[in-house]
């Protein structure tokens, strides 16, 4: 691939800001479409590591991480299919794709991997992964970098413990790098593409958007360089 490219504080503003993108959204029909389109007008807005609050339903659209940005892309694409595409769906359709049953409770409700986090929308029928389908490799990892990076209350870390062993047990496939041009010509606008993270705790460290230029894939994605 080549690259080229919660309550919240200021309610006015983000839902503002919504409304923008949710028009920009409202002139596709397709889904892919949307999400290339929505996704492209968060050109400029600035590339923060860390972007919400761990503990309360948080968001925001002026600064963005590459897990939140991918989040907000998807949610207002799909806000946008619904008949009453206002900001009060969409923060429900928000809630179904990053918390556990699309409720926010607690810390440990929130899919911080991004296994679980593909798992739900699976679930949900709003992705398909074809990383096996593309001869992906199958790799295991030993997840446990939330628990064991962040200062935790004994409950939250309890449940953050269980689910990284329910996930750990999971099989995620991958292509590796000498096989990306073999399947470039499958790969789709729109399609969300992770990147695995060499750290054996970690599942993956990036992720973005494909976007088809001159019949070549290119990453749509937010980043501080």
Same mark, same amino acid.
């Given at each position: ?45 600035? /590339? ?36 009453? +595409? ?16 699309? *409720?926010? *409770?607690?810390?440990?409700?929130? /899919? ?39 200062? *935790? ?19 995620? +496939? ?13 790969? *789709? ?16 460290? /990036? ?13 749509? +994605?937010?980043?501080?360089?």
């Amino acid at each position: 691939l080549k690259y080229n490219l919660y309550l919240c504080k200021n309610y006015k503003t983000n839902e503002k800001i919504f409304e923008e993108k949710t028009k920009v959204a409202l002139r596709y029909e397709n889904m892919s479409e949307k999400i290339i389109n929505v996704a492209e007008s968060f050109n400029g807005v600035p /590339h923060l590591n860390k972007t919400y609050d761990n503990n309360s339903f948080y968001f925001t659209f002026d600064s963005l991480d590459y897990f939140n940005f991918v989040e907000l892309t998807v949610a207002i694409s799909l806000t946008s299919c619904y008949e009453q +595409h206002n900001y009060k769906v969409f923060q429900t359709v928000l809630k179904k794709i990053r918390y556990e049953n699309g *409720l926010p *409770l607690g810390y440990a409700s929130k /899919h911080y991997y991004f296994l679980g986090w593909t798992a739900n929308l699976i679930s949900r029928q709003l992705v398909t992964d074809f990383s096996e389908y593309y001869d992906g490799i199958p790799l295991k990892k030993n997840l446990n970098y939330i628990s064991s990076t962040q200062k *935790l209350m004994r409950n939250d870390s309890i449940k953050m413990v269980n689910i990284e062993k329910n996930l750990s047990k999971k099989i995620q +496939h991958y292509i590796p790098k000498n096989k990306i041009y073999d399947i470039e010509s499958k790969l *789709l606008d729109g399609d969300i593409i992770a990147f695995v993270s060499p750290s054996p705790d970690r599942d993956i460290m /990036h992720m973005g958007f494909v976007k088809i230029k001159d019949c070549r894939p290119y990453l749509l +994605h937010s980043s501080p360089i």
